[in-house]
């Protein structure tokens, strides 16, 4: 029987689903005072969920704009709480995240959200901000989730849609401290209602059976290499070859993002011309290397290198960029 056919309340699948929350557990070491929610909608809809389980409607959330991501979850947090911007990289095209002095939180805000890692933009946190008093600390973690140790216990609640680095689309996991749950808004939808799937161990209605199965065999490789502590070391490594090739090319790449907030997950850069661009991206194509376009916001060009991208991929890239320099210098 495939899993697909299978009844997601059978014993057969109860067990990968468990197997799957244990084994994420293990890899993220998460407190046994945090929910771990398997869900779907994507880390988008949690931009509604959070407030409408965190907040009243007269509760404010601060935000720390860092890019595309950041601003769409402001954006959708303020139907249903004050919510408050209170660092934006926008000015500076996003290529830079605030120092701890630059914040400004507001006092009694029920928490303040980061983006962990812009996709579009390529800027990743290193250090987290710290909120003081009760303040909440939100991150939206899609694009790094599983790609380096985190402590969850700085956290209230952490979320990440799955198709970056853990499964295909169609599951979104919530890690959320447990004292959290229950503060719903009365007008919440059922299906946001972060209290209604932890009594029901995320089986309300049938979750993505078959992507949670993706997603636990994940699980158990990246604890079969040696953890994230190993995979983060693999992503550094990968990501050190790129940025290193962008910057002894004396400007003819330009990595716009600022050295001590590079993405280890999306390496943006930019050539002279569009033209020359568009040059490089189809030779690229001709070579086996496909979506390097940079995102149609922003233009340019973005290399993805999440986990499962193997250093000899990187490797070839970089002989590509050095060969395709060679020919127009």
């Known amino acids: 029987m495939s899993i697909m056919e299978m009844s997601h309340r059978g014993k057969e699948f109860l067990s990968v689903i468990q197997q799957a929350e244990a084994d994420l557990r293990d890899l993220l070491k998460i407190p046994e005072n945090y929910e771990v929610l398997f869900l779907q909608g994507g880390a988008t809809t949690q931009f509604s969920a959070i407030p409408l389980n965190l907040c009243t409607s007269d509760d404010t959330a601060d935000f ?6 950041g601003d769409k979850a402001f954006k959708e947090a303020q139907k249903y709480c004050k919510g408050k911007v209170v660092w934006t990289g926008k000015a500076e095209k996003y290529s830079s995240i605030p120092n701890q002095s630059e914040l400004n939180v507001t006092v009694g805000a029920k928490y303040l959200h980061i983006c962990a890692n812009e996709t579009i933009h390529g800027v990743e946190y290193k250090d987290y901000p710290s ?13 790094n989730f599983c790609s380096k140790p985190v402590d969850v216990s700085k956290f209230g609640l952490i979320y990440a849609g799955a198709q970056k680095n853990i499964g295909p689309a169609g599951v979104t996991i919530v890690i959320v401290r447990k004292d959290l749950i229950g503060k719903a808004q009365p007008s919440t939808p059922i299906m946001m209602d ?4 932890s009594e029901n161990r995320s089986l309300y209605n049938t979750p993505p059976c ?7 065999l994940v699980f158990g490789d990246l604890l079969s290499q040696g953890g994230l502590e190993a995979i983060e070391r693999k992503n550094v490594e990968k990501a050190e070859l790129l940025y290193d090739a962008i910057d002894a090319s004396e ?5 716009p993002v600022e050295k001590n907030v590079r993405s280890l997950m999306n390496v943006p850069f930019t ?11 189809k030779e690229a194509s001709a070579q086996g290397m496909v979506q390097l376009k940079g995102h149609r916001s922003v233009g340019g060009i973005r290399a993805s290198i999440y986990n499962a991208m193997p250093r000899a991929g990187v490797e070839r890239l970089v002989a590509h960029m050095k060969a395709f320099q060679a020919r127009h210098i």
């Open 64 to 69: 720390i704009v860092t890019g595309s991501w």
């Open 131 to 143: 909120t003081g008093n009760d303040t909440l600390l939100v991150a939206d973690m899609s694009s």
């Open 194 to 197: 972060y209290k209604i799937h």
């Open 210 to 216: 078959f992507a949670i199965y993706m997603c636990g």
């Open 251 to 255: 400007g003819f790449y330009k990595c």
């Open 271 to 281: 050539m002279a011309t569009p033209e020359m661009e568009a040059q490089f991206i």
